[in-house]
């Protein structure tokens, strides 16, 4: 591969570290505003409470493995818990009915109106 295969994979990787780390952060916060300590966050994932705090921090990332646990711990589709756990202010304008269309898409029927988007009036924030 030449130089600019190089290039794409160094801006994916440089784009990987800065999002995961935010993306993992809201994911605990949003886990603390539904009730739950950094301890049983921990407990959830087989992982320290130590540790979930440095993801809160944005110092330590969530691995794909941890989002199946999370998955499978609580009973809730990763991508519902993605939709729940993004802050609403961190939704680009021109992406917003992207956003707004998943979010009716998968946290519809019964669940719709019980957890309004993070960062929504409706939420308080």
């Known amino acids: 591969m030449g130089r600019a295969g190089k290039t794409t994979r160094d801006t994916a990787r440089s784009q990987q570290k800065s999002i995961y780390p935010t993306l993992s952060s809201d994911i605990v916060k949003y886990l603390q505003e539904q009730g739950l300590t950094l301890r049983k966050v921990g407990d959830l994932l ?4 130590s540790f979930i705090s440095r993801v809160r921090k944005k110092q330590r990332s969530l691995t794909l493995d941890h989002l199946v646990k999370l998955e499978q711990a609580t ?3 990763l991508p519902v818990i993605l ?3 993004t802050e609403l ?7 917003r009915p992207i956003y707004d269309a998943f979010r009716n898409l998968f946290v519809g029927g019964e669940e719709r109106g019980t957890n309004p988007p993070r960062g929504s009036k409706e939420n308080g924030r």
């Open 75 to 77: 009973g809730r589709a």
């Open 46 to 49: 087989g992982l320290s409470e």
């Open 83 to 85: 939709l729940e756990a």
């Open 89 to 95: 202010s961190s939704v680009p304008d021109k992406l």
